[in-house]
């Protein structure tokens, strides 16, 4: 029983972020949660423990279903201002954005904006857009966006950067992409340009229709979505070459994991490459603590890890729990 403590607890948080999204915001669920987790401190009951991570799923901030206001409002939409959240992704022939332009103390409202790659802003920068406002397509496209905040696209014609951002990683890690991007294009061919980038970056928008298409009948389209594979290669390799200069195991764990980091950063700090560092730091961190005899061999609970990876992936992320690379993820590590 006290092996499946972890692991229950991010079952249950999984099960109640899922079932909060179809029967809405339950008002009694964090109390419920506080009741339950103190009788699990007093009593010792694991059960209780489980049920109040049920409840702090149900509890999770879930993104509002659209008001009237904004479904009337945002079709005749042609120009809006907003802060750029996350980094900017490349495409053949723009720039795809996410814009905030929710009012302070006001609902989530979030955009995925497309303008020219001349214009493209950086992370956190406040932007003023003009074009046009599209539904989004496919419907099941059009629910994972919804659960991310986004409620729509938008088609810039213009794009003008009214105050710039902080600096800070997301930014440095956004002119290193660009950097990396403009290398690639000017050491390799057009095509050979498109796939790397791909491959290596993320950045699958550059890529040309008929060369998706191909990955998908081959049945190989996942490499092209940044994962678990990615850092599992990144990692494989520079422990290969670490390994040659004969260091320890706890060593190349202090060198990698900073990596790592800085490998997720620039690949767009997408959700499943930060679930896969947080996998392998949460490996390093127990490798680091037992080689100086902080903790036992023994107390190293695989499963308990993962678990621990899941319950802060899901708390920042609720709505990852829909997602297949997430499910799949967990379910094969597991």
């Known amino acids: ?54 409840c702090a799923g149900l509890a999770l901030p879930q993104s509002a279903p659209m008001s009237d206001h904004l479904d009337h409002q945002l079709p005749g939409l042609t120009s809006l201002t907003g802060r750029v959240v996350g980094m900017p992704d490349p495409r053949r022939a723009s720039v795809g954005i996410v814009v905030d332009v929710g009012a302070a103390g006001g609902p989530q409202v979030r955009v995925q904006a497309y303008v020219s790659p001349e214009a493209a802003p ?46 800070g990683p997301h930014a440095w890690a956004t002119e290193l992409r660009r950097a990396a991007l403009g290398r690639l294009a000017r050491s390799l061919p057009d095509e050979g340009y498109r796939l790397m980038a791909a491959l290596l970056l993320g950045a699958r928008g550059l890529l040309p229709d008929h060369h998706a298409q191909a990955f998908r009948e081959a049945g190989v389209a996942h490499l092209l979505a940044l994962s678990g594979l990615h850092v599992g290669i990144l990692a494989a390799g520079a422990w290969w070459l670490l390994g040659r200069l004969r260091l320890q195991p706890s060593w190349c764990y202090v060198l990698l994991i900073p990596l ?34 902080w903790v036992l061999r023994g107390w190293f609970a695989p499963l308990s890890g993962l678990s621990c990876v899941a319950i802060g992936v899901l708390t920042a992320w609720p709505w990852s729990v829909f997602e297949a690379g997430f499910q799949l993820s967990f379910m094969a590590t597991g």
């Open 122 to 167: 950086g992370p956190g920068d406040t932007v003023r857009l003009e074009g046009r406002w599209v539904p989004a397509e496919p419907e099941p496209w059009a629910a994972q966006l919804a659960r991310r905040g986004i409620r729509g696209l938008f088609l810039a014609s213009s794009c003008t950067v009214i105050a710039t951002g902080p600096p």
């Open 1 to 54: 029983m006290r092996q499946a403590l972890i692991p229950g607890v991010a079952a249950g948080l999984a099960f109640g972020t899922a079932l909060g999204v179809h029967v809405g915001a339950i008002p009694w669920a964090l109390a419920g949660g506080l009741l339950l987790l103190t009788t699990a401190l007093i009593r010792g009951s694991t059960l209780s423990l489980w049920a109040a991570a049920l």
């Open 260 to 293: 790592i980091a800085f490998y997720v950063l620039v690949g767009g700090a997408r959700v499943s490459l930060i679930r896969a560092a947080a996998m392998f730091a949460t490996l390093g961190a127990f490798v680091l603590l037992w080689d100086r005899g």
